[in-house]
């Protein structure tokens, strides 16, 4: 069904136009705009569309196959998800999240349990007493400077965009309702400066595939959601020069968050063998440029689990010079990754992360294409990362460690200390599950965040794919450190090594200047 509304006036024209099949629908979810785009659709105009509903702060759901969604990009969208449904929300910066749903039917029910951000309704902005809405400073004084400098305390990606807008909301309109216009214009700066969304929502996930030589096994599940934040910043001393920093972090506290499994296959004790059965041992690859294909086993080397745990080759970026695509980013500098190795069982993670923004905001008259005076405003900021705000956490007989040397990807594995594991049990002449006694053998929570920073010069214009993949393994221990490996055994009962894993990829568009 097509529904006919102002801000699709234009497809409502072109509905009977041969091979126009985008069809428009307001109606099945409240507050959400559904497009779903065929390949035959123009993307100049679905991209038009875009523009204009994200301009009013709406809610938008596009959907189509992958490569049909990734025509119809916006030139304003900074990072495009990897799904058959990608959500924009407009009501507080721009949130842009990837969903994949089997069917229509699917999709709608998602986008009625879609936690939307609060577009903060004009009941919640409280003008000044002294200043009525009659009094409009900015429209008063166009042409004016205007110096901002505050500072966001974000726990996740996403509440750094969101805290960044309403911060500017605040203090650029000094608590009055800004007109329509300038709401346009705002949201059009806003979303230069900082995007937002979730690279990774999985819940109580199968694995999507088994890394080969290794055993399958449909044991792991994965509970995890993973969000990003593409932020901007220019040094100003630098005539302007700008980069940006890409701030990915794992989301979710506790029981069955994380790497989980299905009920009854904790890990445990096998007292007639005197083996520890069903441990697991898990890692998080991140990074940019497209990965290998799973079937190539040269690119998932058998050292890269436990109990090797060595460099993975899955990210082309870091393969010999020669050999890489082109779809690399110049000159990545990572900024930070969490957790930091430990050992002993006390692990760093990141709380939260403080960002400082100073700079100027410039206003001056702009007239749209319907001949309606507006302000504009163009910010320039230089924006500084403080220090983050760190807490321990205990994850017993837990090892974690991270690759140093990668100039494109990180790898952190969690892995079982063994020796110890065994320790324990023997000074407690335990036997049966071990879910009470390391995170390893129930659920494992990683708590995993990277920063990175591309500049803007040499990545100018480009599409810079990003990669996540999770891995989990599951094993059979022997007392000491020898554990299962992808072969078989000549005892039946000792089962070979259970490997898989999950992606999720998304594409990072840099603009020109």
């Known amino acids: ?58 809610r938008i759901a596009l959907a189509g196959s992958p490569d049909v969604l990734a025509r119809m990009r916006p030139s304003f969208v900074r990072v495009w998800p990897e799904t058959n449904t990608i959500l924009l929300d407009a009501a507080t910066g721009l949130g842009i999240f990837g969903l994949n749903s089997e069917d229509d039917a699917a999709r709608k029910a998602a986008l009625s349990r879609w936690p939307w951000d609060d577009p903060l309704p004009a009941a919640r902005r409280t003008p000044r007493a002294a200043a009525p809405l009659a009094a409009a400073p900015l429209a008063a004084a166009p042409r004016e400077g205007r110096h901002v400098d505050f500072r966001v305390l974000a726990t996740s990606p996403s509440s750094v965009c969101r805290s960044f807008s309403r911060e500017m909301l605040r ?23 900082c995007q937002y969304g979730t690279l990774s929502l999985h819940r109580a996930e199968a694995p999507q595939f088994t890394i080969e030589p290794f055993a399958s096994s449909d044991v792991p599940r994965l509970t995890l959601a993973t969000e990003w934040a593409l932020i901007r910043r220019e040094d100003q001393t630098q005539g302007g020069t700008a980069s940006y920093l890409l701030w990915a972090k794992t989301l979710g506290d506790g029981a069955g968050t994380g790497f989980t499994r299905r009920d009854g296959f904790h890990a445990f004790l096998d007292p007639s063998r005197n083996e520890l059965r069903y441990l697991m041992d898990v890692a998080i690859h991140s990074g940019w440029g497209s990965i290998e294909h799973r079937d190539v086993v040269t690119a998932w080397p058998l050292n890269s689990t436990f109990p090797a745990t060595g460099d993975t080759h899955v990210f082309r970026c870091d393969a010999p010079r020669a050999f890489r ?23 760093n993670v ?56 990668n100039e494109s990807y990180r790898s952190t594995w969690w892995t079982p200390d063994v020796p110890a594991l065994f320790q324990w049990i023997l000074a407690r002449r335990y036997h049966g599950s071990l879910a009470d006694v390391t995170a390893l053998a129930s659920t494992l929570n990683p708590r995993h965040e990277i920063v990175w920073e591309i500049p803007l010069t040499g990545n100018e214009g480009r599409q810079l794919p990003y990669h996540v993949v999770y891995e989990a393994g599951l094993n059979t221990c022997a007392n000491g450190p020898a554990c299962t490996s992808y072969q078989l055994s000549y005892d039946p009962t000792y089962r070979a ?9 998304m594409t990072v568009s840099l603009p020109y200047r």
């Not at 123009?42 to 709406?58: F, M, S």
């Open 350 to 405: 990141s709380f939260g992360e403080s960002w400082a923004f100073g700079g100027e905001v410039k206003f001056s008259r702009s007239m749209d294409s319907e001949g309606k005076q507006g302000i504009s405003m163009t910010f320039g900021f230089n924006l500084m990362r403080t220090e983050a705000t760190s807490a321990g956490i205990d994850l017993p007989l837990v090892r974690v460690r991270s690759s140093a040397v």
């Open 325 to 347: 695509p082109d779809d690399c980013p110049v000159s990545p500098v990572l900024r930070k990754l969490y957790p930091q190795d430990s050992s002993g069982g006390n692990v």
């Open 171 to 193: 203090v650029l309109f000094d608590g009055r309702l800004p007109s329509s216009e300038e709401r346009h214009d705002f949201r059009r700066e806003v979303r230069r400066w």
């Open 1 to 58: 069904m097509r529904h006919c509304f102002v801000a699709s006036a234009l497809l409502c024209a072109l509905a009977p136009l041969p091979g126009f099949a985008l069809s428009v629908d307001e109606v099945s979810v409240p507050s959400v705009t559904i497009l779903t785009v065929e390949a035959t659709d123009t993307p100049d105009v679905v991209r038009g569309l875009l523009d204009r509903l994200v301009g009013e702060g709406g």
């Open 497 to 505: 090594k259970a490997r898989v894993g999950w992606s999720d990829g």
